[in-house]
């Protein structure tokens, strides 16, 4: 796609300008008008943006207002710069590949005759069927894991889906909070069951003070074994 990646000194903002003037847009044009802003500390608006509805506004605001709007140093928009000289960008064959190359999260599982799990979810397809007890690589987007991309040995196999979940979109963070709240929910349980077992249990008695013992009486000495005539005189 021709795109070049260039990191930048670590504590030196200047390398990276262009992103940084970005974010300095978005925090002062696009948030302060969203719900659950700050404004002196406390929020202007009642916060009610989930992480989908957050995404849905930044994608707008820089395709339908940062983009479309005429730029100071060269009097157009960086959309009519962009398609200016008539250049457009290498792009994948199809839509599918593009997405693929976006997709960056990879992990590997090995497949069971029941499919594939994955955050405590099962995914399934008829391909996986020849290839029980091998290890894939899966692919996903953390936004929506109901999907895996799956791969065998660098080839693509097949998109394996969770049937539980295959007409609803479930990102990663989802799962990982509902785990959260689950065990929250189940300590505050045993917490409380702990509790209401104690007041049933009578009071512990107090401890006893030490027995008092008296002290060892020496042994007797230990009458000489004797042998021989002699000994008696000694």
């Known amino acids: 796609m021709?795109?070049?990646?260039?990191?930048?000194?670590?504590?030196?903002?200047q390398g990276r300008g262009k992103i940084e003037?970005?974010?300095?847009?978005?925090?002062?044009?696009?948030?302060?008008?969203?719900?659950?802003?700050?404004?002196?500390?406390?929020?202007?608006?009642?916060?009610?943006?989930?992480?989908?509805?957050?995404?849905a506004s930044v994608k707008t605001f820089v395709t339908s207002t940062y983009n479309a709007r005429a730029h100071s140093e060269i009097g157009a928009s960086p959309n009519d710069a962009w398609r200016g000289d008539g250049w457009l960008p290498r792009m994948p064959d199809s839509l599918e590949q593009l997405d693929l190359l976006l997709v960056m999260s990879v992990k590997t599982r090995q497949v069971r005759r029941d499919g594939i799990r994955f955050q405590g979810l099962l995914y399934t397809d008829p391909t996986l069927a020849a290839y029980v007890g091998e290890t894939v690589s899966i692919r996903y987007d953390p936004r929506d894991i109901t999907e895996l991309r799956v791969f065998h040995r660098d080839r693509f196999l097949c998109r394996a889906v969770s049937a539980h979940h295959a007409h609803q979109a479930i990102s990663l963070k989802d799962i990982q909070q509902a785990r959260t709240a689950r065990r929250k929910a189940l300590r505050n349980e045993i917490m409380a069951k702990s509790r209401r077992v104690t007041e049933f249990l009578p009071d512990p008695a107090p401890p006893q003070s030490p027995e008092k013992q008296e002290p060892a009486k020496p042994d007797s000495p230990v009458q000489k074994l004797i042998l021989y005539k002699t000994d008696k005189m000694s």
């Open 21 to 55: 003037r970005f974010f300095g847009t978005i925090n002062t044009e696009l948030l302060p008008e969203l719900p659950g802003a700050l404004s002196n500390g406390k929020p202007a608006y009642p916060p009610r943006l989930s992480l989908g509805d957050l995404e």
């Open 2 to 13: 021709r795109i070049e990646l260039v990191f930048s000194t670590v504590g030196r903002p």
